[in-house]
């Protein structure tokens, strides 16, 4: 079992940054695919950036270049570093963690077992 809490969303200008972070309980964690989701109003949720038990990321390519995603085993945590935001950014972003699945899947929210509760992220022009 692990429980996902997502943190550090806000209210932001166009070309500021934001940090969220996700902590995580549970023993799985450190062995789980974890990515980083959002859904916007009206649009189908989409993968931000996940990052393998080994440290391997992968990025949509709308924000390449401008986040980091990052993972602390030891705490149990994994951080989405957003610099340049942009308007089309804003969304409602979760954190998720695949405890059963292959890399090549990380982009199926499908394959992801567990969820955060979200945390909104809002870019103003």
């Known amino acids: 079992q692990v429980q996902l809490v997502e943190s550090g969303g806000g209210l932001v200008q166009a070309g500021g940054s934001l940090r969220l972070s996700c902590a995580a309980s549970?023993?799985?964690?450190?062995?789980?695919?974890v990515g980083w989701f959002r859904q916007a109003p009206g649009k189908q949720r989409e993968l931000v950036a996940a990052?393998?038990?080994?440290?391997?990321?992968d990025y949509a390519d709308s924000v390449k270049g401008r986040f980091t995603i990052s993972r602390d085993n030891a705490k149990n945590t994994v951080d989405l570093q957003m610099n340049s935001l942009k308007p089309e950014d804003t969304a409602v972003y979760y954190c998720?963690?695949?405890?059963?699945?292959?890399?090549?899947?990380?982009?199926?929210?499908?394959?992801?077992?567990?969820w955060g509760q979200g945390t909104q992220v809002i870019v103003s022009s």
């Open positions: 990052i393998s038990t080994g440290g391997i990321t």
């Open positions: 549970g023993r799985t964690f450190s062995r789980s695919i």
């Open positions: 998720a963690a695949a405890t059963a699945s292959s890399w090549y899947l990380r982009r199926a929210d499908s394959k992801y077992d567990y």
